[in-house]
């Protein structure tokens, strides 16, 4: 199972360029059943929070629409155990506190991030 962060779902909506491509492709691939995938439930904040940055009203709710009618994806919620588990790799590793697709978690041996 692959797990999504929002940055797969921004550029989705925003790029007009390969990683925007990348990105549709990969949300398609998912949609198809070629993959099964989870996100989280905080994606859907951070997508409408930074769509509704750059684009008009409608396009966050549209985002948001679609991220929640995403076949083949699990809506993960999160607890206070992962939140932990999150601070203590933060400080271990001196990441900044969000969960990314950034190539800075590549030293993170707990991670192993696939680029859109």
Same mark, same amino acid.
């Given at each position: 199972m692959l797990y999504l962060d929002s940055g797969v779902f921004i550029f989705a909506a925003l790029s007009r360029e390969a990683v925007g491509s990348r990105a549709r492709q990969l949300l398609k691939t998912v949609s198809e059943g070629k993959e099964e995938a989870s996100s989280?439930? /905080?994606?859907?904040?951070?997508?409408? !929070?930074?769509?509704? +940055? $750059? &684009?008009? &009203?409608?396009?966050? =709710?549209?985002?948001?629409q679609s991220f929640l009618a995403l076949l083949n994806l699990t809506v993960l919620s999160v607890g206070q155990d992962p939140l932990f588990a999150a601070l203590s790799m933060m400080? &271990?590793?001196? /990441?900044?506190?969000? !969960?990314?697709?950034?190539? $800075?978690?590549?030293?993170? +041996?707990? =991670?192993r991030r696939n680029p859109i």
């Amino acid at each position: 199972m692959l797990y999504l962060d929002s940055g797969v779902f921004i550029f989705a909506a925003l790029s007009r360029e390969a990683v925007g491509s990348r990105a549709r492709q990969l949300l398609k691939t998912v949609s198809e059943g070629k993959e099964e995938a989870s996100s989280c439930a /905080l994606t859907f904040d951070e997508v409408v !929070w930074v769509v509704q +940055k $750059h &684009r008009p &009203r409608e396009d966050p =709710i549209a985002a948001s629409q679609s991220f929640l009618a995403l076949l083949n994806l699990t809506v993960l919620s999160v607890g206070q155990d992962p939140l932990f588990a999150a601070l203590s790799m933060m400080r &271990r590793y001196a /990441l900044h506190p969000r !969960w990314s697709a950034d190539a $800075h978690f590549d030293r993170v +041996k707990e =991670i192993r991030r696939n680029p859109i």
